[in-house]
């Protein structure tokens, strides 16, 4: 139905049980000690938990971002793998802007994994992510279904002037002076974040949303840096190990606690870039012979909205310096 005051239609949960009820996803909740913990439903059992919240709250609306009590917020399933489980060309399509995904390109061809960054969120009123930049430093999007949220995002730089663990991030930007916005999304409004933009999202009322984490090259360098700095950390946490290891053993423990902590090492990036190199130049790549991982073999396409020439410059130092670290610390691994 449509809720007067905010103008927005409430999840129709009986159609989304006989539809989507078999498939599982995680589901995120809140311990006593504020910490956040993740466990798998299906569908149809958090709809019937959804359902129950319904029951016990009439026209529930949250506007203020919660600071105490958060072993009493409302369960979210987030990070629904909605793609895998369905066909959504059947559902949406994918906003032209948006349309040119390197990330996601990369593990829809994989075959060793089946894994990717689209996802579905359904939030009771009054769940909420927590204070975040988005995984690997990729861009996102986010279209409400229904329902209504609110952002609160800071301008890039500025969630180094705050203590992050403060519960109250608002408050904390006030009393800084940092630079940010908050603002309201409502049902059929999409909103983009920046690489590195770090944000808090409250659903003010029920609310379902797509999410789409993603990258083009204008994101690439932004993310190569981020891997750096997370390899500069772990080297530092296990630098008291490092005399006991040849730099090949060195390299590859590192690239093991890196890929462990953020999701991605520097093999998986420059397979990321790969792929996205046959799929501009699939003719030109195999005519080179070039060797691919085995999970790419058998990948090609020809992706629209990609600025190639950009795109090639960019990743270029990129890739020139993956290869002089791979040549240095494998010396019998060649990358023509």
């Known amino acids: 139905g449509i ?28 311990t006593p000690s504020c910490e956040m913990e993740c466990y798998e439903q299906t569908i149809c059992e958090f709809l019937s938990y959804w359902e129950d919240l319904i029951s016990t709250r009439d026209n529930a609306v949250c506007d203020a971002f919660p600071l105490a009590n958060f072993e009493s917020l409302p369960h979210y399933l987030k990070d629904w793998h ?29 075959s060793d994994v089946q894994d990717d960054y689209v996802f579905s969120y359904f939030g009771p009123a009054g769940s909420y992510t927590p204070f975040h930049a988005d995984v690997f430093r990729s861009y996102s999007w986010s279209i409400n279904v229904c329902g209504r949220k609110k952002w609160l995002i800071l301008y890039p730089g500025e969630e180094l002037k705050i203590d992050a663990s403060k519960l109250n991030v608002e408050d904390e930007c006030v009393s800084k002076k940092v630079k940010y916005k908050v603002f309201y999304q409502n049902a059929g409004e999409g909103v983009f974040v ?4 770090w944000h808090q999202v409250l659903n003010v009322v029920d609310t379902i949303s797509i999410n789409h984490n993603w990258c083009n090259f204008h994101c690439i360098p932004n993310m190569w840096n981020y891997l750096i700095s997370e390899h500069t ?5 296990i630098e008291d190990c490092r005399s006991l290891m040849t730099e090949e053993e060195w390299w590859s423990q590192c690239q093991l606690i890196l890929r462990a902590n953020i999701g991605l ?36 396409g020809n992706p629209e909205n990609v600025n190639l020439p950009s795109s090639l410059y960019c990743v270029g130092d990129i890739l020139s310096f993956i290869r002089t670290i791979m040549e240095t610390v494998v010396p019998d691994h060649k990358i023509t």
């Open 82 to 110: 909605f793609a895998k489980d369905t066909d959504p060309t059947a559902t949406y399509i994918v906003p032209v802007i948006f349309s040119d995904d390197w990330l996601n390109r990369f593990w829809s061809a994989r």
């Open 265 to 300: 090492d520097y093999s998986e990036f420059l397979a990321l870039l790969l792929c996205n190199l046959i799929a501009f130049y699939p003719d030109e790549y195999e005519a080179l012979g070039r060797d691919v991982p085995t999970y790419l073999q058998g990948f090609t």
């Open 233 to 237: 950390l772990v080297e530092r946490e």
């Open 3 to 30: 809720n007067a005051e905010y103008g927005y239609d409430s999840p129709n949960l009986e159609y989304l049980k006989s539809s989507f009820g078999q498939f599982s996803a995680s589901v995120t909740r809140y």
């Open 194 to 197: 920046p690489s590195g933009w």
